[in-house]
């Protein structure tokens, strides 16, 4: 709040759904559920705040169905989701059908009256994907999150990683960018 940053978003526990942090859902769902509910109370307790909380599980199964983590309409704010192009060999579409995938996400959102969100996105175990890359900005196109966010470091980068430069146009393109960085 000091440093005028009341209106942020926050997303608490991501890719909880998995067993990459410690703060993982799985295994007991209830109790995650209860330190989400207990944070979300603290913040909305901070007078003046208008934060808003960003729900964002991985993409797909993983460790535990990510909708037996969700906390409950009154603690979130926006549903996100990480979503990379993962397992090698998945295709786009194969993503946005497959069980817990994008489409499931936009609709169980949309059940939940709450925006959808991709705090990180972009390129993991396909190299250069620039099927990938288009398939989720027209995904964006179609589906309007409050916001989304290319994850660029290398080797996995779209912007300034010279390991993918057909990905690379497509999203240079896409932000009216050319050249190089």
């Known amino acids: 709040m000091a440093h005028g ?8 526990g991501w890719e909880m759904n998995g067993t990459t ?16 509910r207990r944070v979300a109370g603290v913040l909305r307790g901070v007078p003046g705040q208008r934060f808003r909380l960003d729900f ?29 192009d993962q397992p090698a060999g998945l295709s786009f579409e194969e993503q946005v059908d497959e069980e817990y995938g994008l489409a499931h996400h936009v609709r ?26 288009r398939g989720m900005l027209d995904w964006f196109a179609a589906h309007r999150p409050v916001y989304q966010t290319v994850t ?4 996995h980068g779209v912007w300034g990683c010279a390991d993918n430069p057909a990905s690379a146009r497509i999203v240079r393109g896409a932000l009216g960018a050319s050249g190089r960085r």
Not at 5 to 12: R, S
Not at 58 to 84: E, F, K, Q
Request: negative net charge.
């Open 108 to 133: 169980f959102a949309a059940a939940h009256g709450k925006p959808v969100s991709y705090p990180e996105w972009g390129l993991f175990r396909n190299g250069d994907d620039p099927a990938y890359v």
């Open 152 to 155: 660029d470091y290398c080797p």
């Open 56 to 84: 964002t599980p991985s993409r797909g199964l993983d460790a535990i169905p990510w909708p037996h983590c969700y906390p409950g309409d009154d603690v979130v704010d926006i549903i996100g989701m990480d979503a990379y």
């Open 5 to 12: 940053l009341g209106d942020a978003v926050l997303v608490l």
């Open 21 to 36: 942090y410690s703060h993982r859902c799985r295994p007991d769902p209830t109790a995650w559920k209860a330190y989400w």
